[in-house]
């Protein structure tokens, strides 16, 4: 996809100054990039995609297409969490295709088959980058269907970004593992407290963001996640002030096992979320 004039799409997206989170102190314990295979293309089912963010670095990604109804479905732009990669999300791509979802996953710098080396602050500005481009492949492939952006873990940060920059271009945003104040994490991954700019974290957080979005929300978080406790959710869910939210918590599931334990659950709730809010 061609590099946008524009990357604020609709005038709304904020950027801020993060390169204080850039620290290699900060970077060694945030991101924990693997180098994969191109996807391969299916037809009909699997899409690679490439988008071209700052100092023509490619970012990779891959769409996992609707069952049914392809043109009109629903579209999920995701930003996975920091120790995957989108082919980790070839199975579970397919899942959302039988709820009848075009589901498209993104790595990061650094990550996959994508070019760069990862930062807090190139992770922001990429996705800030990447979701005009991400609209116009939709329209230029004639899929009309709502979009939803979705983060997971660290991805939730991403697509708060996304969220609160184009407001008036998506319908919904899914936060799952989410989390609301980010130096709190990043001490917990490890990080030294007085590596971190005390006057940074209003900047970083996505407690602040959430108040901004006035999307359809739902949170799914794991009720014994022990790295983003349950609480961090709770917190985004209780920021947002949209009537049209909800939140789900798969009992006894922690960080990486919602999916194992919860699937049903997981996946009645997006399908019913997206459902709801394509109605209203």
Same mark, same amino acid.
């Given at each position: 996809?061609? /590099? *946008? ?5 609709? $005038? ?6 993060? #390169? ?17 295979? *191109?996807?391969? /293309? ?5 899409? *690679? ?8 670095? !490619? ?7 609707? +069952?049914? #109804? ?13 120790? +995957? ?7 579970? $791509? ?11 996953? @993104? ?25 005009? &481009? ?11 269907? *709502?979009?939803?952006?979705? $983060?997971? #873990?660290?991805? #939730? ?9 184009? &407001? /008036? ?56 996640? +022990? @790295? ?9 869910? =209780?920021?947002?002030?949209?009537? +049209? /939210?909800? @939140?789900?918590? @798969?009992?006894?599931? $922690?960080? !990486? ?7 049903? =659950? ?15």
């Amino acid at each position: 996809m061609r /590099k *946008p004039e524009d990357p604020s799409g609709d $005038g709304g997206a904020e950027s801020c100054d993060l #390169s204080f989170l850039d620290s290699p102190e900060v970077t060694r314990w945030v991101f924990h990039p693997r180098r994969t295979g *191109p996807t391969p /293309k299916v037809p009909g089912r699997l899409h *690679p995609i490439t988008f071209i963010v700052d100092d023509m670095v !490619n970012v990779d990604g891959a769409v996992h297409f609707a +069952e049914r #109804s392809v043109e009109d479905a629903p579209n999920i732009l995701f930003f996975h969490g920091n120790g +995957e990669t989108v082919a980790d999300y070839r199975e579970m $791509g397919s899942l959302y295709g039988r709820i009848g979802i075009n589901f498209a996953v @993104i790595d990061y710098r650094g990550y996959g088959t994508s070019g760069g080396d990862p930062s807090y602050s190139a992770m922001m500005r990429d996705a800030v980058s990447i979701f005009p &481009q991400y609209a116009d492949l939709l329209a230029y492939w004639g899929l009309s269907g *709502p979009i939803f952006v979705m $983060g997971r #873990s660290l991805g #939730s940060s991403p697509a708060l970004e996304v969220a609160v920059g184009f &407001q /008036k271009r998506i319908s919904g945003l899914i936060l799952e593992s989410g989390f609301a104040d980010t130096y709190r994490l990043l001490e917990r991954l490890g990080v030294d407290p007085q590596n971190l700019d005390a006057l940074g974290e209003r900047a970083a957080s996505n407690h602040e963001k959430m108040k901004k979005v006035m999307l359809p929300v739902l949170i799914i978080h794991g009720e014994g996640d +022990e @790295i983003i406790p349950l609480s961090e959710g709770v917190i985004l869910f =209780e920021d947002q002030s949209c009537r +049209e /939210k909800e @939140i789900l918590i @798969i009992r006894r599931a $922690g960080h !990486n096992d919602l999916l194992i334990l919860g699937i049903d =659950e997981y996946f009645n709730a997006i399908a019913r979320f997206v459902g709801r809010v394509r109605r209203l």
